[in-house]
T-cell receptor
Framework: AQSVTQLDSQVPVFEEAPVELRCNYSSSVSVYLFWYVQYPNQGLQLLLKYLSGSTLVKGINGFEAEFNKSQTSFHLRKPSVHISDTAEYFCAVSESRYSGGSNYKLTFGKGTLLTVNP | KAGVTQTPRYLIKTRGQQVTLSCSPISGHRSVSWYQQTPGQGLQFLFEYFSETQRNKGNFPGRFSGRQFSNSRSEMNVSTLELGDSALYLC??????????????FGQGTRLTVV
C-alpha cells in the first residue's frame, strides 16, 4: 500500500514569488508520481508526472518537480507564480507496472491550497 | 477531442434514496475509475473498470457499486444514501495500452448533496 503526505495544507505567496509545494510518499514498491491541480468546482488537471528516467520533470504552466528516491519526495516548484495559479494542488502515486501491482489506482495526498496574492 | 463527461453536474437527494451517476470516457479509453472527494477524507478511490469488468476496488461499503458498458461508459450507483455520502464524485478515464496506465484524465465531477 502507498501513502502520500503533503506537508502544507495552505501556502500563501505573493505574485511573482517562487513557490514550492512539498510531497512525500511511502511505498514498498516502485511507483509513478503525479501532481494534479484543481480549480474551484472543477475536476483535476494533470500538471506533470514522473514515470522513469530524468528525475527533473517539467509540466504545464511553468511547473516542475523533482523526484528524490532516497528522500521519497516529489516536490513541486514554480519560479514565479501568477494570480491564476491560485488553486488546490494534489500529489498522487500509483504502483508502477513493474511492481506487479495495480497502476490504475491513484492514492492522493490531502492537498495544498496555493493562494497567490497581488 | 472531447474530455471526460460526467452527468449530472449537481444532484440533491434525500437520505435513504438511491442515485446513479454517469461517466463517458475519452474516446478510445477503456479504463474508467471513480473517486470520492470530501473535505474530511480527501480523494478516495472507489473502483476501476476495464472491458466491463471491475479490476480494482477501494474500501467502500457494498452500497457503492458500479458497472461499465461495452462502449466503455460507466455508471456508479449508491443505494440507501446517507448524509456522509455528500461529496464530489470524480470519474477518470485512462488509455490502457499494453496493460500500462500512465495518466488519468478527470471529468468535472458530480456534486451530490444528501439532505
Amino acid at each position: 500500500a502507498q501513502s502520500v503526505t503533503q506537508l502544507d495544507s495552505q501556502v500563501p505567496v505573493f505574485e511573482e514569488a517562487p513557490v514550492e509545494l512539498r510531497c512525500n510518499y511511502s511505498s514498498s514498491v516502485s511507483v509513478y508520481l503525479f501532481w494534479y491541480v484543481q480549480y474551484p468546482n472543477q475536476g483535476l488537471q494533470l500538471l506533470l508526472k514522473y514515470l522513469s528516467g530524468s528525475t527533473l520533470v517539467k509540466g504545464i504552466n511553468g511547473f516542475e518537480a523533482e523526484f528524490n528516491k532516497s528522500q521519497t519526495s516529489f516536490h513541486l516548484r514554480k519560479p514565479s507564480v501568477h494570480i491564476s495559479d491560485t488553486a488546490e494542488y494534489f500529489c498522487a502515486v500509483s504502483e508502477s507496472r513493474y511492481s506487479g501491482g495495480s497502476n490504475y489506482k491513484l492514492t492522493f495526498g490531502k492537498g495544498t491550497l496555493l493562494t497567490v496574492n497581488p | 477531442k472531447a474530455g471526460v463527461t460526467q452527468t449530472p453536474r449537481y444532484l440533491i437527494k434525500t437520505r435513504g434514496q438511491q442515485v446513479t451517476l454517469s461517466c463517458s470516457p475519452i474516446s478510445g479509453h477503456r479504463s474508467v475509475s471513480w473517486y470520492q472527494q470530501t473535505p474530511g477524507q480527501g480523494l478516495q478511490f472507489l473502483f476501476e473498470y476495464f472491458s466491463e469488468t471491475q479490476r480494482n476496488k477501494g474500501n467502500f461499503p457494498g452500497r457503492f457499486s458500479g458497472r461499465q458498458f461495452s462502449n466503455s461508459r460507466s455508471e456508479m450507483n449508491v443505494s440507501t444514501l446517507e448524509l456522509g455520502d455528500s461529496a464530489l464524485y470524480l470519474c477518470a478515464s485512462s488509455l490502457d495500452s499494453q496493460g500500462m496506465n500512465t495518466e488519468a484524465f478527470f471529468g468535472q465531477g458530480t456534486r451530490l448533496t444528501v439532505v
